[in-house]
């Protein structure tokens, strides 16, 4: 199965700046990952699909990128509410699988 | 965010079965754009992927857990539900029903989340 490995497992910033989120798959993915936002007692959110794609409703301060095996999740500016924990998840190979998750804290 | 209704106990005796359904909201669960789905996460841990249905009965599990997982369809009850057997206190975990949309395997839609809590 493909593993995703995601990087820093923690990242303290304050509200304004800029978060960088990386997901590194054990193969390649092509273009088929989605990053996905989890607040505390809540289920999963999803943000970007396709690497790149923007779900309905999330904010332009969400953006993805990369292909591959080397994917970031980009937060312009953080907002209150985006202090949460970030998964990757791919649907290039069976079974589908996620990362361990990124934990965006307040600094 | 829940657009999904689980229901189903928060407690399983080992070596017993698992079982939740979910409700999905209005017809749905008939149509050929979705896939309908089981994913769980350990406390404090990241999600693991169960399985599928698909509403025509193809199912497709996690090798990890396919020996042990079911998944089936109703849809006179717009259902579908998730049974693992032999459970031990490994298995203790919140398990969301998901289902993806037409674009393809991402989870656009979520129930709310139930913790199973295997124990004696």
């Known amino acids: 199965e493909i593993v995703l490995t995601q990087s820093p497992a923690t990242l303290s910033l304050s509200p304004g700046e800029r978060a960088t989120l990386s997901c590194r798959a054990s193969?390649?993915?092509?273009?088929?990952l989605a990053w996905y936002q989890q607040k505390p007692g809540q289920a999963p959110r999803l943000l970007i699909y396709d690497a790149s794609s923007r779900a309905t409703g999330i904010p332009d301060r969400f953006s993805g990128s990369g292909s591959g095996t080397d994917f970031t999740l980009t937060i312009s500016s953080l907002e209150p509410e985006d202090f949460a924990v970030y998964y990757c998840q791919q649907r290039s190979n069976w079974p589908l699988t996620f990362g361990g998750g990124t934990k965006v804290e307040i600094k | 965010q829940a657009q999904l209704q689980q229901s189903g106990p928060g407690l399983v005796k080992p070596s017993q079965t698992l079982s939740l359904t979910c409700t999905v909201p209005g017809g749905s669960i008939r149509s050929g754009d979705y896939y309908w789905s089981w994913i769980r996460q350990h406390p404090g841990k990241g999600l693991e992927w169960i399985g599928y249905?698909?509403?025509?009965?193809?199912?497709y599990y996690n090798p990890s857990l396919q020996s042990r997982v079911s998944i089936s369809v109703d849809m006179s009850k717009n259902q579908f539900s998730l049974k693992l057997t032999s459970v031990t206190a490994a298995d203790t975990a919140v398990y969301y029903c998901?289902?993806?949309?037409?674009?393809?395997?991402?989870?656009?839609?979520w129930g709310q989340g139930t913790l199973v809590t295997v124990s004696s």
């Open positions: 249905i698909y509403y025509s009965g193809s199912t």
């Open positions: 998901a289902s993806t949309d037409s674009i393809g395997f991402y989870y656009f839609y």
């Open positions: 193969q390649s993915v092509s273009s088929y």
